[in-house]
């Protein structure tokens, strides 16, 4: 049985940490410095959603300026070429952008409240709501053993907010804010496959469009969360330092989208899974260590289960996907 585990989830498991591992290293510099950005004692600014806006605003201008580049010097670059302000591509467009809000909002507002090292246990739901989107909105079935794997991440999830909850480091308001930033991915996810065939299946020009329109759906949360008077007041607000970070902050996550539409198309969606969950071990590990946090062994056993439950998880995919791309060819070779 332990030998089966090995064959089949852990060996790929670990075999794709290092072919992945610019992607996973950008992402985690990111976590730490949002983290830095929107709860330490340096930065000291009550501005979350204000801190998503100026990245999506970054990513949008990036992502512009490289537009017309690509333009201009296609031999050099390659960007795919759209208008984000098109009327019609802004309809089909708006509600994934609307999603991408509340999600990139969502995902900050955890990361605020919550330890870093705590933070993929606040997100971990996301593949139980994908599951469940999947049914409620496509009619797609799951197999049984993706369930199981489901419900291992459910019974990690919980016994990792019942160790944390103990610890002077715990937020219910972190912890629900992760639990809606999953539901959102997932169904974020969900509609992006909807949405790509719109701008021809390219995910960098989804990617822009999302950004620009975000950039524009932030404001007026940021008037309902009352952070106008905090980013008025706040005395760094044009130091050198400040707009670096939140420069350092935006271009990682500028990079975070470029290289994963790389590791994509070099390899698959599932290998990105794969490689996120190894991330996120590393990421548990290195931020333990970093903020001197001292955990119980339950604690890391919830982590343990997420971790294996969510590699198993893709590893059942992954075998169904096989198997269906067999029964496929037969079909069309009979």
């Not at 290092?18 to 949002?34: A, E």
């Not at 160790?163 to 480091?169: K, M, N, P, R, V």
């Not at 539409?261 to 490689?275: G, Q, R």
């Not at 001292?294 to 893709?314: D, E």
Request: proline share 3%; charged share 10%; net charge positive.
């Amino acid at each position: 049985m332990i030998g089966l585990i090995f064959d089949e989830i852990v060996t790929p498991f670990f075999d794709h940490i290092c072919q992945n591992s610019t992607l996973r290293t950008v992402s985690i510099c990111t976590v730490f410095v949002n983290k830095l950005l929107l709860s330490s004692d340096t930065v000291n600014l009550d501005a979350p959603l204000f801190v998503c806006w100026f990245q999506c605003l970054l990513t949008a201008c990036l992502c512009g300026l490289l537009s017309m580049l690509g333009r201009r010097y296609p031999n050099v670059i390659t960007f795919p070429a759209g208008n984000p302000f098109d009327i019609d591509t802004f309809r089909k467009i708006l509600p994934l952008s609307i999603l991408f809000t509340l999600m990139v909002g969502t995902n900050n507002l955890c990361l605020k409240y919550v330890g870093v090292a705590f933070y993929y246990i606040g997100r971990s739901l996301t593949i139980v709501f994908n599951v469940v989107l999947t049914y409620t909105l496509l009619r797609q079935k799951t197999s049984y053993k993706a369930i199981i794997c489901c419900v291992f991440v459910v019974f990690g999830f919980l016994l990792g907010v019942d160790q944390e909850s103990i610890t002077a480091q715990f937020s219910l308001r972190g912890t629900i804010y992760g639990v809606m930033g999953s539901l959102i991915l997932a169904w974020y996810s969900i509609q992006t496959k909807k949405s790509l065939v719109h701008v021809q299946q390219e995910v960098l020009l989804l990617s822009f469009y999302n950004n620009v329109y975000s950039s524009f759906l932030f404001l007026p949360l940021i008037l309902m969360n009352g952070e106008v008077s905090a980013i008025i007041n706040y005395e760094h607000i044009f130091a050198p330092w400040f707009i670096g970070a939140m420069v350092v902050g935006g271009l990682c996550g500028f990079a975070i989208g470029f290289v994963t539409v790389l590791e994509i198309k070099v390899t698959s969606p599932l290998t990105h899974n794969i490689s996120g969950t190894a991330k996120a071990c590393a990421q548990t590990v290195i931020a333990t260590q970093w903020y001197n946090d001292t955990k119980s062994g339950l604690w890391w056993t919830s982590n343990f289960i997420i971790l294996l439950a969510s590699a198993a998880y893709t590893r059942v995919k992954q075998l169904e996907m096989q198997r269906q791309h067999e029964r496929g060819s037969t079909t069309q070779k009979a």
